[in-house]
């Protein structure tokens, strides 16, 4: 019963920005953790950003910055604000959820960086 889904992907010219949207629902009030992962072609799924229940946030170190995590608790709403797209940031982005242990995926939402 537990779903995330996700929005705001689509195609992006280079030096764009996206917002990229996840609403979680379902039987779980608040993940203790929420996520974006991304995985191109031929690579490994990455994490992206993440944030916590109490406003920690994580980045990997390769975005530089351009991107940013942000989560609104009383909706269960992550968002990723992608900002100065690059061609190399074309990939499946993954919502993800943590609960207890338990994890949750969204379906992946496509996010194509090109002119």
Do not use: H
């Amino acid at each position: 019963q537990v779903q995330l889904v996700e929005s705001g992907g689509g195609l992006v010219q280079p030096g764009g920005s996206l917002r990229l949207s996840c609403a979680a629902s379902g039987s779980i009030s608040s993940f203790n953790s929420m996520a974006w992962y991304r995985q191109a072609p031929g690579k490994q799924r990455e994490l992206v950003a993440a944030a916590t229940i109490f406003g920690s946030r994580n980045y990997a170190d390769s975005l530089k910055g351009r991107f940013t995590i942000s989560r609104d608790n009383a909706k269960n709403t992550v968002y990723l604000q992608m900002n100065s797209l690059k061609p190399e940031d074309t990939a499946v982005y993954y919502c993800r959820g943590d609960y207890r242990g338990d994890v949750y995926w969204g379906q992946g939402t496509q996010v194509t960086v090109s002119s």
